[in-house]
């Protein structure tokens, strides 16, 4: 009799903290730390301390499931009546709102002073600048107003890149901005691909997501437009910044040019909602080892074994 009530109190503490672990949005979150990371080797050339990885990457993660745990409290009405979103902790009645705003609360404080204390001041204000923006400006000001919410909005998922270079380096340069760069032309492609394939849910809710506005055509030449200039934004790392060497070069054109390939079938067949899968589940493997490019490009070995190859090569010339 003990032994059940003790096992269903665990079962119980087990299924609270799922809960909230769940209003954290957690499988985005790994994708967002690793544009950090690519931010972080690049500005260190290759050699970033091990702790101040650890305390970034944590930080980096304490903001972002602060801010999308305010985002499910905000949209919890418009959560309740999509099919996908209905399952969620506060719609389904798991955690009330008040509750879940004081775990945002707590998981900012937390953020904003591990950011502090063992980074500095400006990758904790901006780490709390990219929660203001989501919740303000894309939950609140444009994500039920308007078909530029993600565009606008995609801003803040670019933030975390700027929280890692200002980590190392206590500024933001213009190879910082190029990496903000690359994550904020990139989402549209991501997003729109996968609005092209859920555009019911959110037409019934009333979300002007760009497809439920304008369709499949005029959205997929938009994903077109963005592909192509992610892609050559990607290279200006190379020039003219010369931040990221021959290495990263290679791999962002040959991924670069696998998400073309996608987004040009897409563009000659606007309707087919598995090229439109294909793309969404493409740009984020695009984005992982675009980012895994800048690592292995920026460390030491890299350029020793790049200078070695070039070196045999001119003495084969010559
Ligand atoms: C305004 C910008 C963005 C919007 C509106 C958006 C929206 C979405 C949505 C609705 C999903 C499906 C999630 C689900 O099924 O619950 C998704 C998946 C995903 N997003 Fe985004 N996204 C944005 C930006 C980003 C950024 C900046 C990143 C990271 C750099 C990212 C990484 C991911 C990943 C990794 C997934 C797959 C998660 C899974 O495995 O289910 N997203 N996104
Ligand atoms: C530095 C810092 C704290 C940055 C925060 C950036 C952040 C949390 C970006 C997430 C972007 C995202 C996945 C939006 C989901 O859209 P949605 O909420 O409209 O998706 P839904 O339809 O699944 O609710």
Redesign the pocket.
Known sequence: MIETNVSKHHESILEVIQSYYQLT?PR?IPL?LITTAGSMWIAAKGQVDPILLLVTLTG?TL??A???TI??VY?RDI?YD?E??RHRPLPSGKVQPRDALVFALALAVA?FSLLTVFANLLAAG??????V??VLV??HLL?RHSTQN?VI??A??A??AL?GWAAVTGTLSWAAWIIFAIVFLWTPPH?WALALMIRDDYAKVGIPMLPVIVGEKPTVQQIWIYTLVTVVTTQLLVYPLHVSGIFYAAIALMLGGLFIYKAWQLLQNPEDRSLAKGLFLYSISYMMLLCLAMVVDSLPLTHYAINAVANQLHSLVS
Do not use: E, H, W
């Open positions: 949005k985005i967002l980096g903001a972002a602060s801010a999308q985002n499910c949209d959560d999509m996908r979103t953020s901006l780490a709390m600048s990219g929660i923006f989501y894309y939950t994500k993600i909005g995609g803040a998922g933030i975390p929280v997003f």
